[in-house]
């Protein structure tokens, strides 16, 4: 199973201003001034030691994850991000005929189905697209989102070969040999989190959730949900404290999720849904800060957190 990170911000997308490229350039430029980059192999090894922070971006695009298994493609929602991912499909597919893509919806507030208009297999006929969704009106919303007086192409002049599927709350479907579960969460609207098992791998999608407490029985049956899983993508758009100051907006912290992570053995933890007004170095000291909440709390827990960020490529 590969998971692919292509948006990983919450809210709106938030491409990076001149000022913080420049904030960037110039600790590239100074760290590079203490070292000796006199060939072309040193640059490299520079580079590669440099945290993708210092030489990179996390990226401003909204939701979008993509997970490949058994040669079928799964998109687990449409935030800007699948506007790229749409451009890449395309040049892979070339004379290939048509695909074959299934996308599973969270929830549709806009941040996570505004890459949608602009998907370019959708406008293929020869490429079948399958939309899952526990909102039994998933159809209905898409539909008002491409409302002409919103955008000029409606979704019956897509030329792509649509199904929707709306799911049962908390039940499975299998997709070549792909077991996909959900589950409710807390979230203004109703959220939904998916749990996709291929052989002896399983991943859980947990955006946009909160958590009021460890032991409500929400939390509790979200470990259980989120049990021995080899990775957990969770919402980690707000520090404890904004946690608390904005509660029922329906996210959550770093630190909930390292707890919530510890209480279900999962063995990776991606940070996911940034705060679209923190900055990556902002962002970054949100993750240390993490890392030194686990290691007093949990010293002894196999559990390795990390940041989401555009491009991150995952092996199960």
């Not at 790229?84 to 969270?106: T, V, W």
């Not at 909440?293 to 949990?298: L, R, S």
Request: a negative charge; glycine letters at 6%.
């Amino acid at each position: 199973m590969k998971i692919k990170f292509w948006g990983v911000r919450g809210s709106i997308p938030t491409p990076p201003t001149s000022e913080q490229i420049e904030q960037k350039m110039r600790m590239v430029l100074e760290k590079a001034a203490e070292t000796n980059i006199s060939t072309p192999e040193k640059r490299e090894l520079f580079l590669r030691n440099m945290s993708f922070v210092e030489a990179g971006l996390i990226g401003g695009n909204t939701a979008c994850v993509t997970i490949e298994a058994n040669n079928t493609l799964i998109i687990l929602d449409m935030g800007s991000g699948l506007v790229r991912l749409g451009n890449e499909l395309i040049e892979k597919q070339q004379n290939n005929g048509g695909l074959d893509i299934h996308i599973f919806m969270s929830h549709t507030h806009w941040d996570h189905i505004m890459g949608w208009p602009l998907f370019k297999p959708a406008f293929y006929s020869q490429n079948k697209i399958t939309f899952y969704s526990v909102h039994a009106d998933f159809e209905e919303r898409l539909n008002l989102q491409q409302d002409f007086r919103f955008f000029p192409v409606s979704l019956s002049h897509m030329a792509s070969q649509k199904k929707f599927v709306v799911l049962e709350p908390d039940s499975e479907i299998t997709i070549k040999g792909i077991s996909i579960r959900n589950t409710l969460q807390y979230h203004p609207g109703k959220s939904y989190a998916y749990r996709v098992t291929y052989g002896n791998k399983s991943m859980v999608y947990a955006t946009d959730s909160e958590y009021k407490t460890l032991d409500d029985d929400l939390s509790l049956s979200h470990v259980n949900f989120f049990r021995n899983a080899d990775l957990l993508i969770f919402d980690a758009m707000y520090t404890f404290e904004e946690a608390i100051h904005k509660e029922d907006w329906g996210h959550s912290s770093a630190l909930l999720g390292i707890d919530l992570s510890v209480q279900a053995n999962v063995k990776n933890l991606a940070l996911f849904h940034h705060e679209p007004d923190k900055d990556d170095f902002t962002v970054q000291s949100m993750l240390h800060r993490s890392l030194n909440y686990k290691k007093i709390n949990y010293p002894k827990a196999p559990l390795d957190v990390f940041l989401a960020y555009e491009g991150l490529e995952l092996k199960l």
